[in-house]
């Protein structure tokens, strides 16, 4: 089993920054790739970013250019640096593990962009 904790969520204005931290425990060799997904009220919950053990990174369209997904293998630790927020960004936030044949999901941290 995977364990993922999330943190930096909260409120910040339009044109603000965010950094979302997901430290996973447990498993980690059985983990290919992490990443992160948005759900927001009303909508399916999508792909925000990943990054494989390799390197590559992956960001959806609404994003690009603006949030930035990075890990620390040391401390087994994946970040999303995101800025220049929109209030369409508001969503809760969760931090994604997968494996060969699992996924394992964090509990969700909720980001707010509002003035």
């Known amino acids: 089993q995977v364990q993922l904790v999330e943190s930096g969520g909260g409120l910040v204005q339009p044109g603000g920054s965010l950094r979302l931290s997901c430290q996973a425990s447990?498993?980690?060799?059985?983990?290919?790739?992490m990443g992160w997904f948005r759900q927001a009220p009303g909508k399916q919950r999508e792909l925000v970013a990943d990054?494989?053990?390799?390197?590559?990174?992956e960001y959806a369209d609404s994003v690009k250019g603006r949030f930035t997904i990075s890990r620390d293998n040391a401390k087994n630790t994946v970040y999303l640096q995101m800025n220049s927020l929109k209030p369409e960004d508001t969503a809760v936030y969760y931090c994604?593990?997968?494996?060969?044949?699992?996924?394992?999901w964090g509990q969700g941290t909720q980001v707010t962009v509002s003035s």
């Open positions: 994604n593990a997968a494996g060969r044949y699992s996924r394992w």
């Open positions: 447990g498993r980690i060799s059985s983990i290919n790739a």
């Open positions: 990054i494989t053990s390799g390197g590559s990174t």
